[in-house]
Structure formats: structure tokens, C-alpha cells
């Protein structure tokens, strides 16, 4: 065979070869249709599965729901017995002679000038109280956070430990260390700066140092828990920047602990308003609170219908508070966002 000739057959051949014809062509679509086909459907089948798997649990959640009611049943029943009921008692006390004769007694209470100094005084030291226990929670807080975690374990015990033991002792050993031959006293004259025991009892400023010390522990472990939450890695990220141990505390920390130093606040000024041993026993008369005023109605002057209309008053401002707090923990919550 000539050498053209054999040339352009193998030419041929190998066209016939290199260029698929239309029944290629189909072949070849339709087992890339047949392989999407099959994706699909492995894809449709997973899904399926982790649908059917999230409705087993959802079914497994609507199941539990009565299992769940009936165990937390006797919180309610808790709350009914030595919340509402009291609640309901202080209700018929007051409206025993309908909503008419309870106007007056409520009009009676806000004009009286006792109460009115007392209430205002009970403000005053809650707040006080408030402000030196979040500063000093804080720091706590703050020192325990930055510290090794044998450290933070000791420290967590020596806070939580006054939590178990009884206030009126607590109250009691302040008592002790203030009185005119108590240890302050006596340091402070053995080294001089004294020439006479001084008459600290009995003061409003001793009232405060017994109450910050019982509110402390309500300030450091709302602040100390959001505190663990935070990333160290924004603390090497400001070092990095350029940032001092202050800028990073008051640009970084302190912003992403707001929702903590909330949380304390409230907690403190809340619990702090309804203080009753304390002021009794370091304070006196003279540094009576709205709960002293109360017991004095009812205990010594046997007027139940004034007790329970300052127990309706501070329980109203008390809620009233707490639902400002949460309103605006709300809406820094959205704005946050």
C-alpha cells in the first residue's frame, strides 16, 4: 500500500477515534444523568434521615413534657404555700373592708412623715450598700479571674463559706469587734490614735460594713461568672495593639461585663432593701429600715393593716424595679446585636 494511502487511513482511524459520534455522546449523557440522579437521591436520603432522627427527639421532648410538669409540680407548690399564700394574706388584711377603707390606709402610710424618713433612709443604704459591694465584688472578682485556678478554688471556698453560717451570728461577731472594749477599739488605743473608746455602735456606718459584708458574695459570683466567659485571646489581641493593662480594662473587660455588674447591682439592692437583722442589731433605732418599721407596727403597736400595707409597698417597689432591670437588660441585649 502505497504511503498516502496508508497515511489517511490511519488518519481516519484515528478521527473515528478522537471525535465521539451522537451515540457516544448520549451514552455519555445519560450516565452523567443516571450518576446526578443517584446524588440527589443519597442527598434526599440523608436529609430524610436527619429529619426523621430531629422529629424522633422533638417526639421524645413532647413525650417527656407531663414527665417534666410532674417534677417540677412541687416548686409551684412551694411557691403557692410561702409566696402567693402569704401574698393573699396581706391582700385580705387590707381589703377585708373593700377597696374603698384600703384607699385611706395606703394615703395614711405615704403622708406619715416616719415613714417617709424611714423609706428614704432604707434607699439610702441600699444604694450605699450596692455601690461599695459591686466595687469591691468586682475587684474580687476581677483579682480571682486573672489568678491561677488553685488560687480561684480557694477563694471561691472562703465566699461561699459565710453563705452556711447563720447571719445573726455574723451580726453578732461585728457586735463584738465594735463595741466600746471590743478589738477595734482596743488596737486603736494600744497604738495611740485614740485617747478614749469611741461609740461605734449603734451607727449607720457600722450598719453598712454588716450589710456589704453579708451582700458580697451576691456581687462577686454574678460578676466573677461573667468574667469566665470572656476570651483571653481578646486580652493578647489588645496587648498586641498596642493597649496598657487600663486601656484594656475599661475598652475590652469592662464593657463585656456589663450584663454581670447588672445582674450584682440589682441583686444587692433588692435583697439589701428588705434587710432586717442587721440594722436591728448594729443600727438601733436610729438606723431602722422599712422591714424594722413593720415589725415595729405590727409586733409592738399591733396595727396589722399598716404592716401589711408597707409590705405591699415595698414588695411593689421591689417588682417594679426588677421589671425596669430586665426591661433594660432587654434592650441592651437587642442593641448588642
Same mark, same amino acid.
Given at each position: 500500500m502505497p504511503c498516502s494511502k496508508r497515511w489517511r487511513t490511519n488518519r481516519l482511524s484515528l478521527g473515528k477515534l478522537g471525535r465521539p459520534t451522537s451515540h457516544n455522546r448520549r451514552r455519555g449523557l445519560k450516565q452523567s444523568t443516571t450518576s446526578r440522579i443517584i446524588q440527589m437521591q443519597a442527598t434526599y436520603d440523608t436529609k430524610n434521615r436527619r429529619g426523621s432522627a430531629v422529629a424522633e427527639v422533638d417526639k421524645g421532648v413532647v413525650?417527656?413534657?407531663p414527665i417534666g410538669f410532674v417534677s417540677v409540680s412541687p416548686l409551684f407548690i412551694l411557691l403557692g404555700i410561702f409566696f402567693f399564700g402569704p401574698m393573699i394574706a396581706l391582700a385580705l388584711a387590707i381589703f377585708d373592708g373593700g377597696v374603698a377603707a384600703a384607699v385611706p390606709l395606703f394615703s395614711d402610710v405615704l403622708r406619715d412623715e416616719l415613714f417617709q424618713s424611714v423609706a428614704l433612709r432604707t434607699f439610702r443604704i441600699s444604694l450605699v450598700v450596692t455601690v461599695i459591694s459591686v466595687v469591691i465584688g468586682y475587684s474580687m472578682a476581677y483579682a480571682m479571674w486573672r489568678s491561677s485556678p488553685s488560687v480561684r478554688?480557694?477563694?471561691?471556698a472562703l465566699i461561699m463559706f459565710p453563705l452556711f453560717t447563720s447571719i445573726v451570728v455574723r451580726t453578732y461577731a461585728w457586735t463584738a469587734m465594735f463595741t466600746r472594749f471590743g478589738i477595734i477599739n482596743t488596737l486603736l488605743l494600744?497604738?495611740?490614735l485614740i485617747e478614749k473608746p469611741l461609740a461605734m455602735l449603734y451607727t449607720e456606718p457600722v450598719v453598712l460594713i454588716g450589710m456589704v459584708q453579708?451582700?458580697?458574695? %451576691?456581687?462577686i459570683l454574678p460578676i466573677y461568672t461573667t468574667l469566665l466567659g470572656l476570651d483571653l485571646d481578646l486580652l493578647r489581641a489588645s496587648a498586641i495593639c498596642g493597649a496598657k493593662g487600663r486601656q484594656t480594662f475599661t475598652k475590652v473587660v469592662l464593657p463585656l461585663t456589663k450584663q454581670?455588674?447588672?445582674?450584682?447591682?440589682?441583686l444587692v439592692f433588692v435583697i439589701s432593701?428588705? %434587710? %432586717?437583722?442587721?440594722?436591728?442589731?448594729l443600727g438601733g433605732p436610729k438606723s431602722a429600715m422599712i422591714s424594722n418599721m413593720i415589725s415595729t407596727e405590727v409586733t409592738t403597736f399591733y396595727n396589722l393593716k399598716g404592716g401589711a400595707v408597707?409590705?405591699?409597698l415595698l414588695l411593689m417597689v421591689t417588682l417594679c424595679l426588677l %421589671?425596669?432591670?430586665?426591661?433594660?437588660g432587654s434592650i441592651a441585649a437587642h442593641y448588642r446585636r
Open positions: 413525650l417527656s413534657q478554688s480557694v477563694a471561691l494600744k497604738i495611740g453579708v451582700m458580697l458574695p %451576691f456581687a454581670g455588674v447588672g445582674v450584682a447591682s440589682v432593701l428588705g %434587710f %432586717f437583722i442587721t440594722p436591728a442589731i408597707m409590705s405591699v %421589671f425596669i432591670a430586665s426591661k433594660i
